[in-house]
């Protein structure tokens, strides 16, 4: 069965950093590109940052720019978010999810959603 399993969430402080795992089984994660969402308790789901499949281009939001990075590792069939300088307003569950063929906006493209991972930014 084709699926993503997140894990690395956790109750942190503000400014503290959190590395998020997303792994594939099933299928062979290369081939596609990734993208990290969130939804805070209350709000629609958001984009956070996307990896393309082979130019390995990111696509961060505006509200994580130069704090969060997306990575992948193929060989390990996983994609990765290290988040630093925490807010509280990064809040929420986080879910990974691939797409058929870019990195795009539109979330009713994305296929092979995760349960998602709890993140709680709070002192």
């Known amino acids: 069965q084709e699926q993503f399993v997140e894990s690395g969430g956790g109750l942190v402080q503000p400014g503290d950093s959190l590395k998020l795992s997303c792994s594939a089984s099933?299928?062979?994660?290369?081939?596609?590109?990734v993208a990290w969402f969130r939804q805070a308790p209350g709000k629609e789901r958001e984009g956070v940052s996307c990896?393309?499949?082979?130019?390995?281009?990111?696509y961060p939001s505006d509200s994580v720019k130069g704090r969060f990075t997306i990575t992948r590792d193929n060989a390990k069939n996983t994609v990765y978010l290290q988040m630093d300088n925490l807010k509280p307003e990064d809040t929420g569950i986080y879910y990974c999810a691939a797409h058929i063929k870019h990195c795009s906006y539109y979330q009713d493209e994305y296929f092979y959603w995760g349960q998602g991972t709890q993140v709680t930014v709070s002192s």
């Open positions: 990896i393309e499949a082979y130019s390995n281009d990111t």
């Open positions: 099933g299928f062979t994660l290369g081939y596609y590109p």
